[in-house]
T-cell receptor, first 116, second 115 residues
Framework: AQSVTQLGSHVSVSEGALVLLRCNYS??????LFWYVQYPNQGLQLLLK??????LVKGINGFEAEFKKSETSFHLTKPSAHMSDAAEYFC??????????????FGKGTKLSVIP | NAGVTQTPKFRILKIGQSMTLQCTQD?????MYWYRQDPGMGLKLIYY?????ITDKGEVPNGYNVSRSTTEDFPLRLELAAPSQTSVYFC?????WGTGANVLTFGAGSRLTVL
């Protein structure tokens, strides 16, 4: 069974500072990994995904994430935070293969606040 | 292109009442899902469907029912509402082919309060 742990339910950064949101996964097989973002009163939308093609994945709005198998991590970063980045971020995992393995398991989310 | 449309956006129910949350997608996706989101708990899968006429339970199915008579529609039924069902409900869909990465498209959510 797969699971996802997001460290820190709430992260605050100053505008222009580095954003680092942590995600660790456990999976019995190599996984697909995702980051979704949820803006207030909206549904989730895909930020980026890892599908084993490249370990450093670039997403929308300047975000990127690096898959590190040795650390079972998929941390999300952005060099310079913008006020519009304030949202809740969810890491999710799905096993790489196998029938019935299409169900995403979501982490509990990290709410990002950006201080002007 | 509307994507995934959920209705209603808000609803207040009394304990024991029943209701149906509607979900429609216009992307010809084969998979559809219902999740509930509670503060600090992330998203929990209630039911999912891999195609018309096929549904299966997720992690938290108790108190809910679903049907999938068409590719487009995936309604979620609450038969006897309980306060524990107070939550925000999200419908999502995706196109799944082989073992490809499963990118979900979400609706805007339905906020349900049971009093």
């Amino acid at each position: 069974a797969q699971s996802v742990t997001q460290l820190g339910s709430h992260v605050s950064v100053s505008e222009g500072a580095l954003v680092l949101l942590r995600c660790n996964y456990s999976s019995s097989v190599p996984p697909y990994l995702f980051w979704y973002v949820q803006y207030p009163n909206q549904g989730l939308q895909l930020l980026l995904k890892y599908t084993s093609a490249a370990t450093l994945v670039k997403g929308i709005n300047g975000f990127e994430a690096e898959f590190k198998k040795s650390e079972t991590s998929f941390h999300l970063t952005k060099p310079s935070a913008h006020m519009s980045d304030a949202a809740e971020y969810f890491c999710a995992v799905v096993p790489y293969s196998g029938a019935g393995s299409y169900q995403l398991t979501f982490g509990k989310g990290t709410k990002l606040s950006v201080i002007p | 292109n509307a994507g995934v449309t959920q209705t209603p956006k808000f609803r207040i129910l009394k304990i024991g009442q029943s209701m149906t949350l509607q979900c429609t997608q216009d992307m010809n996706h084969n998979y559809m899902y219902w999740y509930r989101q509670d503060p600090g708990m992330g998203l929990k899968l209630i039911y999912y469907s891999v195609g018309a006429g096929i549904t299966d339970k997720g992690e938290v199915p108790n108190g809910y029912n679903v049907s999938r008579s068409t590719t487009e529609d995936f309604p979620l039924r609450l038969e006897l509402a309980a306060p524990s069902q107070t939550s925000v409900y999200f419908c999502a869909s995706s196109y799944v082919w082989g073992t490809g990465a499963n990118v979900l498209t979400f609706g805007a959510g339905s906020r349900l309060t049971v009093l």
